[in-house]
């Protein structure tokens, strides 16, 4: 699987949903992004999608995070979704990053970047 990467899909209700993965030095973590319904949201301001890991133990899915969805405003890809998200679980580092639509515009081909642990700016990708 290529690294830092997420193939994300439309679900029946529209929304965007899939899985991907983060390396760095340390770290391999293979996550899905699973969309929170317009019902479970209590405002605009609440994440519209969970992060979530599968326990090596069961199998299942464990929700580790958050997401929210935007729409890119500038450049080649204005128009586009992007996601900001963040690790909440202590087990995990405590990143936040972004999911980016992929060089070339190949429709569900998205770019995980770190935004670095509590926010820092760092970048592993």
């Known amino acids: ?11 029946t ?12 030095l340390n770290d391999d973590i293979n996550f899905g992004l699973i969309p929170i319904s317009e019902e479970e949201r209590r405002s605009d ?6 992060v979530e890991v599968i326990r090596a ?9 958050v997401a929210w969805q ?10 586009l979704p992007m996601f900001s ?3 909440s679980d202590p087990g995990l580092p ?10 070339g515009k190949e429709e569900g081909n ?4 770190l935004n670095g642990r509590d926010g820092r700016g760092h970048n592993d990708d």
């Open 1 to 11: 699987m290529a690294k830092n990467v997420i193939s994300l899909q439309n679900t």
């Open 45 to 50: 301001r609440f994440p519209t999608h969970t």
């Open 57 to 65: 133990s069961t199998g299942e899915y464990v929700e580790v995070g």
């Open 110 to 113: 998205y770019r995980v970047k």
């Open 94 to 103: 405590p990143w936040r990053f972004s999911i980016f639509p992929a060089d």
């Open 13 to 24: 209700t529209g929304q965007l949903s899939g899985e991907g993965n983060i390396s760095t």
């Open 85 to 87: 998200c963040k690790f």
């Open 70 to 79: 935007k729409t890119m405003k500038r450049g080649t890809d204005a128009g």
